[in-house]
């Protein structure tokens, strides 16, 4: 490295400014590169902005209708995912079967009721007078 910077210092103006110059056009060369690259990506799938308005998955954020209830306790149910709930794991220890849990078609849809399965939509704030 010392020896490049005591080329750099023995070298006239003139030759400076040609070096800048090449350099300059070096780095707008791989820039321009550089660019075309991500384009081709981004084109062909590769690359996902946030910005672009990707969409999220179209399950998320939705309830579930449950799948299994309790027979001792009606409110107690569960949609299947996730981890078994507690009560399904000692009906079972004491030797049910997790198909004995599980809830016709037609009774899952009622138990949810009228609640909508859609996400709610959000009140606006409400926004502070200027004193």
């Known amino acids: 490295m010392a ?5 750099l210092a023995s070298m006239r103006v003139d030759e400076l ?19 075309e690259q991500l384009e ?7 690359v996902s902005s946030r910005k672009k308005g990707v969409a999220k998955r179209p399950g ?3 309830k579930l209708l449950p799948k299994y209830r309790d027979p001792n ?12 709930p507690r009560w399904m ?17 037609g009774a899952a849809a009622s138990s949810v009721g009228n609640r909508s ?11 502070k ?3």
């Open 17 to 35: 400014m040609k070096l800048r110059d090449q350099i300059d056009s070096a780095l707008s060369r791989k820039t321009a590169e550089l660019k």
């Open 40 to 46: 081709r990506l981004e084109s062909g799938g590769w």
């Open 117 to 127: 399965v859609a996400k709610k939509r959000k009140k606006p704030k409400k926004r």
């Open 129 to 131: 007078k200027p004193n």
């Open 73 to 84: 306790d009606p409110s107690l149910v569960w949609s299947g995912r996730g981890v078994k």
């Open 89 to 105: 794991q000692e009906r079972i220890q004491a030797g049910a079967k997790q198909e004995d849990f599980l809830i016709a078609e």
């Open 60 to 62: 998320k954020g939705r």
């Open 3 to 7: 020896k490049a910077g005591s080329k």
